[in-house]
């Protein structure tokens, strides 16, 4: 029985068609126009530093197209705002937690923040009142600490309450002596590490080229931490990963930080 050529065309069209508008009102990459769905193999997670002080570019990073880590320092006058937000939003939140640096004046970290000269139960003490203030938060960063990363007593406390939290921790890599990983490696607590600056340089081009390098490493690496600030560069880096993430995701996945680490999120709302 011969077939009709005119019906089959039609048919196909229609269907093709179909699958357009299936993928135009859902998101997804349809065949028509030569997109390809992200490579679940290679991993990109980016970070967002300092929330919880309503800082430039809060907005627009809530707003990004893609999944993102929101680190939220604790204390602030907006801190449980950013972190209820990014968790409606579905952004996976942590503390970002203040940490001595080598240099640099104390009274910049924040209030609550981990010193070398205090004593074992106030460093517990604090990481413990941080983690209670910033909701639905799934693991801890340094914020600075290039001086508190490298010191094993306190990071010993500090991964032992993330450890009875069930929090994995984000090396920022503030400091190359950072003992974190071999500290958390000995106590069994998930360790990440920190490997490009996005904004260290606040500039469009500057932020498109570490953007192009994350995109590089994911692809050669199979994954790549990438941490960004709001605050000076903030609209900036929103502005760049919100123009960088369609091209990225033909080769890889944004993901929140808790899939890196192996850690059940917090259940999230759809974004």
């Not at 030569?34 to 980016?46: L, T």
């Not at 950013?82 to 203040?98: F, N, S």
Request: aromatic share 4%; charged share 25%.
């Amino acid at each position: 029985m011969s077939k009709n050529p005119t019906a089959a065309s039609r048919l196909k069209r229609y269907a093709a068609i179909g699958m357009a508008l299936v993928a135009a009102c859902f998101g997804f990459p349809s065949e028509s126009n030569g997109a390809q769905a992200p490579n679940p193999d290679k991993r990109v997670a980016i970070v967002i530093d300092d929330l919880g002080n309503n800082m430039a570019g809060t907005e627009e990073v809530m707003s990004a197209p893609v999944k993102l880590t929101v680190a939220v320092m604790p204390f602030l006058p907006t801190t449980k705002r950013d972190a209820e937000w990014a968790h409606r939003v579905g952004h996976d939140v942590i503390v970002h937690l203040p940490m001595e640096p080598l240099r640099g004046r104390r009274k910049g970290l924040g209030p609550g923040a981990i010193t070398t000269d205090l004593p074992d139960d106030e460093i517990r003490s604090r990481v413990r009142k941080a983690i209670d203030d910033v909701p639905f938060a799934v693991g801890i960063n340094n914020h600075m600490g290039s001086r508190a990363t490298a010191d094993e007593r306190v990071m010993r406390i500090v991964m032992e309450v993330c450890k009875e939290r069930g929090l994995f921790f984000l090396d920022s890599k503030t400091n190359w002596k950072s003992v974190a990983s071999s500290v958390g490696g000995e106590l069994g607590v998930t360790v990440l590490q920190n490997q490009i600056f996005l904004d260290d340089i606040s500039s469009n081009a500057h932020i498109a080229r570490q953007m192009e390098l994350v995109r590089k490493q994911a692809e050669e690496r199979n994954e790549c931490v990438a941490i960004g600030h709001v605050g000076i560069a903030g609209k900036k880096t929103a502005a760049v990963i919100r123009q960088s993430a369609p091209a990225m995701q033909t080769n890889v996945r944004f993901v929140g930080l808790a899939e890196m680490a192996g850690v059940q999120p917090m259940t999230q709302s759809v974004k």
